[in-house]
C-alpha cells in the first residue's frame, strides 16, 4: 500500500523501497521497531504536525486539594556551611500531566472576581447603557477603558505562576490552595505530541516514510559491515559500508529539510 495508515504499513512500505522482497534486508524486526519509534518521536519533536495545541481541564477535588495545600514533602536534601548544617525540602505543589503533553502555555484564572468579569464587568455596562444611543458609542474610549482595567486586573489578580519540566511530567502551582474551592476545575493551554495511534495519516507523511526508510537502510548498513570483503558464492561480495555511507548522507539531508522546511520557527520574545 502506497499510502500506510498503521504502523506496519509503515514498515512494509520502508522494506519495499528498499527493494523487498527482490532482496532479502537483513535487519530483525525488533531493529525495525526501535528505528519507527525513533522515526515518529524525532517527527513530534521538530515537525509542525507532531504536535497540537489543545486546552486541558482538571478537577481538583478536596483530598487532592488538601494534599497540594499542606505541602506534603516529595524531596529532601541537607547542606553544610561551616559548622552548621542546612535541611532542604521540597512540597508536593504539583499536578501529574499525561506523559504526551509537551509544554504548558499558561493555567487560565481560578476565579471569577477579575474586574472585567462576571455579570457586572465594564464591557456589559457599556452596552448596557448605550447599545440604544446607536453612533454614541465612543469606541476608542472603550478600548482605552477596558485596557486600563485589564492593567489593573493582571496588578490585583496576577495569572497563576506555574513551573513544568516534560521529563517529570510535573505542572508546579505557585498560588494559595486554601483560597480554591473544592471540585474547582482548572484549564491549562498546553502542547501535546501528536499519537499516530489516533491520527493515522501520521504515518502517510512524505517526510516520515523517506526518514524511516532511511534509518533502516542505516541499520541495513551496520549489520552488513562486518561481513565486509566476504567473498560468497559465485564471487559476490557485500558491501556494507556503502549502504550505510548512503543512508547517513540521506539522513543528513532529510535532517537539513526538516529543520528548514518543517519546523515550526522560534519567535521572538516581545515584552
Request: glycine share 6%.
Amino acid at each position: 500500500m502506497s499510502k500506510p495508515s498503521t504502523r506496519q504499513e509503515l514498515i512494509d512500505y520502508s522494506l519495499r523501497r528498499l527493494g523487498y522482497p527482490v532482496l532479502e534486508i537483513n535487519v530483525d524486526d525488533d531493529q525495525i521497531d526501535d528505528l519507527v519509534d525513533d522515526a515518529i518521536q524525532h517527527f513530534q519533536d521538530y515537525h509542525f504536525d507532531g504536535i497540537q495545541r489543545v486546552y486541558l481541564k482538571h478537577k481538583i477535588t478536596a483530598a487532592e486539594k488538601e494534599i497540594l495545600k499542606t505541602g506534603i514533602t516529595t524531596t529532601t536534601a541537607t547542606s553544610s556551611v561551616g559548622v552548621t548544617s542546612v535541611d532542604w525540602t521540597e512540597g508536593q505543589n504539583f499536578l501529574q500531566l499525561p506523559d504526551h503533553v509537551l509544554g504548558v502555555e499558561k493555567v487560565f484564572k481560578m476565579d471569577n472576581s477579575t474586574i472585567s468579569s462576571g455579570l457586572f464587568n465594564i464591557k456589559y455596562q457599556i452596552f448596557l447603557n448605550d447599545l440604544y444611543y446607536y453612533g454614541a458609542l465612543d469606541l476608542l474610549n472603550y478600548a482605552m477603558t477596558k485596557t486600563y482595567l485589564e492593567d489593573l486586573s493582571r496588578i490585583i489578580s496576577p495569572d497563576v505562576q506555574i513551573r513544568f519540566n516534560k521529563k517529570q511530567s510535573r505542572l508546579y502551582l505557585d498560588v494559595d490552595f486554601a483560597s480554591m474551592s473544592d471540585d474547582q476545575f482548572i484549564v491549562l493551554d498546553c502542547y501535546r505530541l501528536v499519537d499516530p495511534a489516533d491520527a493515522s495519516k501520521v504515518y502517510n507523511d512524505w517526510w516520515l516514510k523517506k526518514y524511516t526508510t532511511a534509518l533502516i537502510k542505516r541499520q541495513w548498513g551496520q549489520n552488513l559491515i562486518k561481513f565486509q570483503g566476504v567473498m560468497l558464492p559465485g564471487g559476490v561480495s557485500l558491501n556494507g559500508r556503502q549502504i550505510y555511507d548512503d543512508a547517513v548522507r540521506e539522513i543528513e539531508e532529510l535532517d537539513r529539510e526538516l529543520r528548514e522546511t518543517y519546523e515550526t520557527p522560534p519567535l521572538d520574545l516581545i515584552g
